[in-house]
């Protein structure tokens, strides 16, 4: 039996990435943020919190508010590469996550534009995702003896 290790033993990852051109003063943009936050709950339920935010930059005729929008919009494109290292699988190209929430700041006085999305998604025992979504319940029983 193979063991899994993520269910007893608590653990984090981090990844900092940044590719040539994906972000330069001539896209309109500088102080970009783009963070993933995977955090695995009781159930293996995964929460999944996703950043992404820049300040606009006048570039010729170009708004620097609309620079930092299209930066943000173009890189919050949902949670479609779940994390391989959680799930243990690359197989299969249709699994689910459920966006919870999407959170806009827009800052027009620092041309600041920023989104936050939290999404959730369900790890099967063997690993593998179910698509039929996350149920989270909450179950209170009281006894009253004098009833």
């Known amino acids: 039996n193979d063991s899994d290790l993520t269910t007893v033993l608590p653990y984090s990852a981090s990844f900092i990435c940044y590719e040539s051109g994906d972000f330069s003063e001539f896209m309109g943009i500088t102080e970009p943020v783009d963070t993933w936050s995977y955090n695995q709950t009781d159930g293996k339920i995964t929460n999944v919190t996703h950043t992404v935010s820049a300040k606009g930059l006048k570039i010729g005729p170009s708004d620097p508010l609309q620079n930092a929008i299209d930066f943000v919009t173009g890189r919050a494109t949902g949670c479609r590469n779940i994390s391989t290292f959680q ?7 249709d699994k689910k996550t459920f966006l919870v929430s999407r959170l806009e700041d827009i800052n027009k006085k ?7 999305e939290n999404y ?7 690993g593998s995702l179910t698509d039929k979504g996350v149920f989270t319940s909450d179950v209170q029983i009281a006894f009253d003896k004098d009833a």
């Open 110 to 116: 620092s041309n600041i534009y920023k989104i936050t």
């Open 120 to 126: 959730k998604y369900n790890t099967y025992e063997e």
């Open 87 to 93: 799930t243990g699988s690359d197989i299969g190209s």
